[in-house]
C-alpha cells in the first residue's frame, strides 16, 4: 500500500514570497491533515479535510494560509507572503475517515521542510 | 482546549535499560490518548494509542502504556531498549468521539538516544 505522498521535500525561498506544497492522501482515505511542525515542538494542526470538506481550520492563519482539497482527494497548502516564523516542517497525514474510534487512525507523510530566509 | 506535556525532552540510555516517558495532558473530559515515534529519516507512526478499557495498552515493538485518570498521565514504558529504539516519541490527545481520525494536539516530544 503506497503511503501519503508530500512535494517538495525542501523549500528555501524568502520572506514575502509566495510557496506550495502538494499532499496525497493514500488511496481511499476520506481524512486529510495539515500539521505544521517548527523545529523542537511537536505537530500543530492547521487544517482538516473530510472528503473536500473542511472539519476544522480553527488553527490555521488565515490572513496567509490557505488549503483546499478539491475532489476530495490531493490538497495543496499555500503561504502567501511567508514570514521567517514560518519556518517548519508541514505534515500532511490521512485517515480512512470511518470514524471508527477503534480503528481510524493517522498516517503520516515524509513532510516538507520549509525555509523562510 | 487541550494541551500535553512530555517530562523529558533528552534521554540517554544504555541497551538493556528500562525505560519510561512521561506524558500528561490537560482535559477535563473523557481524551483519546496516543504515542507516535519517528525513527531517524522515517515518517511518524503510531506506536499505540487509548481509547477505553483496560488502561494499559500495548503497542508494536514491546513498548506499553499505562492510562492513569487520576493523574491524567499517559507513560509510555519498555522493559529493555535496544539500539533500534533511538528515535523522536511524541504524546498526543484528541477529545472527539471520532478516536484516531480527529485532528491531534501533540506533546513537544522526548528525543531518545540508546547507546550500545
Known amino acids: 500500500e503506497a503511503g501519503v505522498a508530500q512535494s517538495p521535500r525542501y523549500k528555501i525561498i524568502e520572506k514575502r514570497q509566495s510557496v506550495a506544497f502538494w499532499c496525497n492522501p493514500i488511496s481511499g482515505h476520506a481524512t486529510l491533515y495539515w500539521y505544521q511542525q517548527i523545529l523542537g515542538q511537536g505537530p500543530k494542526l492547521l487544517i482538516q479535510?473530510?472528503?473536500?470538506?473542511?472539519?476544522?481550520d480553527s488553527q490555521l492563519p488565515k490572513d496567509r494560509f490557505s488549503a483546499e482539497r478539491l475532489k476530495g482527494v490531493d490538497s495543496t497548502l499555500k503561504i502567501q507572503p511567508a514570514k521567517l516564523e514560518d519556518s517548519a516542517v508541514y505534515l500532511c497525514?490521512?485517515?480512512?475517515?470511518?470514524?471508527?474510534?477503534?480503528?481510524?487512525?493517522?498516517?503520516f507523510g515524509p513532510g516538507t521542510r520549509l525555509t523562510v530566509l | 482546549a487541550q494541551s500535553v506535556s512530555q517530562h523529558n525532552h533528552h534521554v540517554i540510555l544504555s541497551e538493556a535499560a528500562s525505560l519510561e516517558l512521561g506524558c500528561n495532558y490537560s482535559y477535563g473530559g473523557t481524551v483519546n490518548l496516543f504515542w507516535y515515534v519517528q525513527y531517524p529519516g522515517q515518517h511518524l507512526q503510531l506506536l499505540l494509542k487509548y481509547f477505553s478499557g483496560d488502561p494499559l495498552v500495548k503497542g508494536i515493538k514491546g513498548f506499553e502504556a499505562e492510562f492513569i485518570k487520576s493523574k491524567f498521565s499517559f507513560n509510555l514504558r519498555k522493559p529493555s531498549v535496544q539500539w533500534s529504539d533511538t528515535a523522536e516519541y511524541f504524546c498526543a490527545v484528541n477529545a472527539g468521539s471520532g478516536g484516531g481520525a480527529d485532528g491531534l494536539t501533540f506533546g513537544k516530544g522526548t528525543h531518545l538516544i540508546i547507546q550500545p
Open positions: 497525514a490521512s485517515s480512512p475517515g470511518t470514524f471508527d474510534r477503534y480503528t481510524d487512525t493517522q498516517y
Open positions: 479535510f473530510q472528503n473536500n470538506g473542511v472539519v476544522d
